[in-house]
């Protein structure tokens, strides 16, 4: 297999499913957040490792937003996709919601992007695959993605952002 073909959107995506337990809990039944963090940080990292064939870390987490309680004996129901990607790097959006299993009302909970970075066998960070999105709302994604990045760099001090969208390919462009 080429590790350096450019993969789709598509290919990656991920979502988990996650029974909230007593254990997950604080004293009024609800889950922890810090719980919530954990099942999206594990469901980003799938999408992460499926885009880049690699094990990827997590180097960032942009502020999440808890916007809705979820009681114990609930479901989280997690999505993560590969928003853009950078040279060793690449955002992840992930979205949780809370279903209520009598009923199945789905409630939003929590939404953040992640920042996770591909690593080699060296243990060094490593190149990953172009990305090639294939809808309006995964372009839309792509490009609202490239500014949380320029703006990250920039808080962090590094060089001015290179057009990360360069290797986040688009088969519509060329028609
Ligand atoms: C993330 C990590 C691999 C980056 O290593 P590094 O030597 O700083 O790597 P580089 O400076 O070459 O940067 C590599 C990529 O990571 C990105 N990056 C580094 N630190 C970052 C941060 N804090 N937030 C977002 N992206 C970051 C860089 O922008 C670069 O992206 P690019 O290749 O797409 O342009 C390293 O800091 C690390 O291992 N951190 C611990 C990760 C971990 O254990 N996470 C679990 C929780 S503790």
Redesign the pocket.
């Known amino acids: 297999m080429d590790e350096t073909a450019a993969k789709p959107v598509s290919a990656s995506q991920a979502e988990m499913l996650q029974l909230v337990l007593p254990s997950d809990a604080n004293t009024l039944g609800n889950a922890l957040g810090g719980i919530v963090m954990h099942h999206m940080d594990i469901v980003a990292a799938i999408a992460a490792q499926r885009h880049a064939g690699h094990a990827c ?4 987490v942009d502020g999440i937003d808890f916007v809705h309680p979820v009681k114990v004996g609930e479901l989280l129901v997690l999505a993560a996709s590969v928003n853009s ?6 955002e992840i959006g992930v979205k949780c919601r809370s279903e209520q299993p009598r009923t199945g009302e789905l409630r939003d909970t929590a939404s953040a992007y992640f ?1 996770f ?1 591909a ?1 080699g066998d060296d243990g ?2 490593a ?2 695959p172009p990305l090639i999105t294939e809808t309006a709302e995964q372009r839309r994604r792509c490009a609202e993605a490239a500014r949380r ?1 320029a703006v ?2 920039a808080l ?1 001090g ?1 060089a001015p952002a ?1 057009d ?1 969208c360069a ?1 986040n390919t688009d088969p519509g462009e060329a028609s």
């Open positions: 870390v997590t180097a960032s990607v950078g040279r060793t790097s690449m920042t970075v690593l060094r960070p190149r990953v990045r990250r760099l962090r590094d290179a990360c290797a």
